[in-house]
């Protein structure tokens, strides 16, 4: 049983992100027609420092986020309007699958204690697993995957493992709250 | 009797997970960039890039070791596998700061989340 902290947490949490998913779709539509540069590069490094400086706020903030996390590849990425995602279809669906999992981990429900732990681990292999054959593959150059695949395997590695962390927390909040006096 | 620690393992299990993974791609791409500065001429940048990864990876182990410690029953057992998990975590996150890996920062938060857990959790009568 989840303690009442936790519905508060799982909402702030849930709304966090969400705000986040909004603003990543919101700058490419927002913004004028065309206005973004192909943002092609490589994660860990800004290498579109100057174009995304000039952006209004809040949207440089989001595509200079993007420019760190992402290679943002455009023929990897959504596009509105003619402006590319901040992050690559890949990423698109680990985010978005984030407060989807927040959401849904209120439903996973578990027969005991003991069996929490390892059915937790397992959804949460499964979880990484396909992103992971996925992106292995294609890096090692077995095959080339497709976007759909690319928004598919990063929406489950994204809701499902969200779902697993907050599901972990309603855990460690149920047993350390104080059982009620009667 | 010690309480459920069963949340606190998890978490402190998928960082590990994350932080493993984080340093091995890490360690697989810093190695060919450190190689490729390092023919260049520039060898101290191409043994930084190689160094901030491998000790990535390197802090991802004591905080797998430390989350199988925080799953056993024993109370002593769960606070020295939390102060394992937060020590690693924190070693963790800095190299994931300073190297900007972000699946690193990630699995270093979680470390230090299910440390925080274990290592508050209340012995139950």
Known sequence: MASPKTPFLRQSLCIVTLVFVLLMIGAPLLLPVHSIPDLTGSPGIVDNGPAIRSLPAPWNFIYHFGDMWCHQRSDRSFAIHGNQFPVCIRCSGIFLGIPIGILLSSRLKFQTRQNAAGMLLIVFIVALLPIMIDGVGQGVGLWESSNPVRFITGLLAGGLSSAVVMKGIDLHQASTAKPAHP | ?125
């Open chain 2, 1 to 125: 009797m010690t309480g459920d620690a069963t949340g606190a393992f998890i978490i402190s299990l998928i960082g590990g997970i994350l932080m493993l993974v984080s340093g091995a791609m890490s360690v697989f791409l810093g190695s060919i960039c450190g190689a490729t500065f390092a023919a260049c001429g520039a060898t101290g940048a191409g043994t930084t890039i190689m160094l901030i990864s491998s000790l990535g990876l390197v802090a991802s182990i004591p905080v797998l070791i430390g989350s199988f410690f925080i799953s056993r029953s024993d109370m002593d057992s769960i606070r020295k596998g939390s102060m394992l998990t937060l020590i690693f975590g924190i070693i963790g996150l800095i190299f994931g700061v300073w190297g900007m890996m972000f699946l690193m920062i990630i699995g270093s938060i979680l470390a230090l989340v299910g440390g925080y857990m274990g290592y508050t959790l209340q012995p139950t009568a």
